[in-house]
């Protein structure tokens, strides 16, 4: 059984930073791209970037609203994917969700809440 | 970047109606178009990929159709937990987009 849980999420001051965590099991961690996508309350949904899988060599993409800001990385070994967030601004408040791709985003974990705010 | 409209943003429909949520993107997608299904306080839930092709695990009920600029997802025969918020999201081109959602209500 595919299975993605985030975690790290919580409450930050804006300008701070935060590392959010996607553990997987259930596949072969290094065949696939992994995305994040975040929903902010009451909004609709946001790719923020993925890294490619081990036959692309596990670069990178971001959406121009995060490029510079966060960083996504994978540990192969662990099966954990990472997101690094650096200078949150309020409007990086909401639910970030991690998901396998395959073109579509097959499988998603249940995302972990991010509030910036003093 | 490709943009999805979706429409309309609140559909209301009364179990056993059938439904359809329209999805038209501003260029031509070929067939790159999914289908979520995102119910309250719960995360997306793949339900159609590539405009049709159906997803092991989801209810007959649902179905998709179109290609190009104009995608539609239809639910057979509406029933209570279909209430939700459903996205479409194209893969044609980088960077992936997703609509603005179109929310299922009951009357």
């Known amino acids: 059984e595919v299975k993605l849980v985030e975690s790290g999420g919580g409450l930050v001051q804006p300008g701070g930073s935060l590392r959010l965590s996607c553990a997987t099991s259930g596949f072969t961690f290094t065949d696939y791209y992994m995305s994040w996508v975040r929903q902010p309350p009451g909004k609709a949904l946001e790719w923020l970037g993925f890294i490619r899988n081990k036959a692309n060599g596990y670069t990178t993409e971001y959406s121009a609203s995060v490029k510079g800001r966060f960083t996504i990385s994978r540990d192969n070994s662990q099966s954990i994917l990472y997101l690094q967030m650096n200078t949150l601004r309020a409007e990086d408040s909401a639910t970030y969700y991690c998901?396998?791709?395959?073109?579509?985003?097959?499988?998603w974990g249940q995302g972990t809440l991010v509030t910036v705010s003093a | 970047d490709i943009l999805l409209t979706q429409s309309p943003a609140i559909l209301s429909v009364s179990p056993g109606e059938r439904v359809s949520f329209s999805c038209r993107a501003s260029?031509?997608?070929?067939?790159?178009i999914h289908w979520y299904q995102q119910r309250t306080n719960g995360s997306p839930r793949l339900l159609i990929k590539?405009?049709?092709e159906s997803i092991s695990g989801i209810p007959s009920r649902f179905s998709g159709s179109g290609s190009g600029t104009d995608f539609t997802l239809s639910i057979n025969s509406v029933e209570s937990e279909d209430i939700a918020d459903y996205y479409c999201?194209?893969?044609?081109?980088?960077?992936?987009?997703f609509g603005a959602g179109t929310k299922l209500e009951l009357k």
């Open positions: 998901a396998r791709v395959t073109g579509p985003f097959a499988y």
């Open positions: 999201q194209q893969s044609n081109s980088w960077p992936t987009t």
């Open positions: 260029q031509s997608i070929g067939t790159s």
């Open positions: 590539y405009a049709s």
